[in-house]
Nanobody, 115 residues
Framework: QVQLVESGGGLVQPGGSLTLSCATS????????MGWYRQAPGKLRVLVAG???????NYADSVKGRFTISRDNAKNTLYLQMNNLKPEDTAVYYC?????????WGRGTQVTVSS
């Protein structure tokens, strides 16, 4: 069973940057498209960005030009570089298969954007 462990969140001021990481167990990482999702309080969990096994990416309109998703198949690790963060980016961020979300969810990592 694939395990997902997200890290890298924290408190940052508006305009700041963070890089999230998602470490995965198992060897299937390299054969799956992966994505970052987020859930703000009282809202549904939504897709932030996805990346295929060949590096093709897809972003939610709200993060285009600010966030960059990448993957290191040798390390079974997914990344999300977040720049120019806004208060509305505040949420718990999760990684999972894209777009099917077929793996069990990890605990996520909290990102709080506030002055």
């Amino acid at each position: 069973q694939v395990q997902l462990v997200e890290s890298g969140g924290g408190l940052v001021q508006p305009g700041g940057s963070l890089t999230l990481s998602c470490a995965t167990s198992g060897t299937i990482f390299s054969i799956n498209a992966m994505g970052w999702y987020r859930q703000a309080p009282g809202k549904l969990r939504v897709l932030v960005a996805g990346i295929t096994t060949t590096g093709r990416t897809n972003y939610a309109d709200s993060v285009k030009g600010r966030f960059t998703i990448s993957r290191d198949n040798a390390k079974n690790t997914l990344y999300l570089q977040m720049n120019n963060l806004k208060p509305e980016d505040t949420a718990v961020y999760y990684c999972n298969e894209y777009p099917g979300r077929s793996f069990s969810w990890g605990r996520g990592t909290q990102v709080t954007v506030s002055s």
